[in-house]
């Protein structure tokens, strides 16, 4: 069982930026995809980013050509550079883990608050 810890959330204004970290506590050079979801109040979990083994990273189109992900899988991180900030990007990031790519297994962080407010 992999345990995800995410860290960077915070309070800034529109247009700022901010970077998350999530740290594996172990390996992840087997893990077919790690990303970001995003929870509003009151909103489902949707997907934010990934960055798959075959050099693939992927967003959703809210946050294409603001955000970008990445990971080290020798230093078992993966992080999420978010510019150009909105308050409607305002959420609990969480960390997330896709052991084979199929959604079968699959690992999350506790989540880090992100607010977006002048």
């Known amino acids: 069982q992999v345990q995800l810890v995410e860290s960077g959330g915070g309070l800034v204004q529109p247009g700022e930026s901010l970077r998350l970290s999530c740290v594996a506590s172990?390996?992840?050079?087997?893990?077919?995809?790690m990303g970001w979801y995003r929870q509003a109040p009151g909103k489902a979990r949707e997907f934010v980013a990934d960055a798959t083994l075959g050099a693939e990273t992927r967003y959703g189109d809210s946050v294409k050509g603001r955000f970008t992900t990445w990971r080290d899988n020798a230093k078992k991180m993966v992080y999420l550079q978010m510019n150009s900030l909105k308050p409607e990007d305002t959420a609990v990031y969480f960390c997330?883990?896709?052991?084979?790519?199929?959604?079968?297994?699959?690992?999350w962080g506790q989540g880090t608050q992100v607010t977006v407010s002048s």
């Open positions: 172990d390996s992840i050079s087997n893990i077919w995809a």
């Open positions: 997330n883990a896709d052991v084979d790519g199929l959604r079968e297994r699959v690992y």
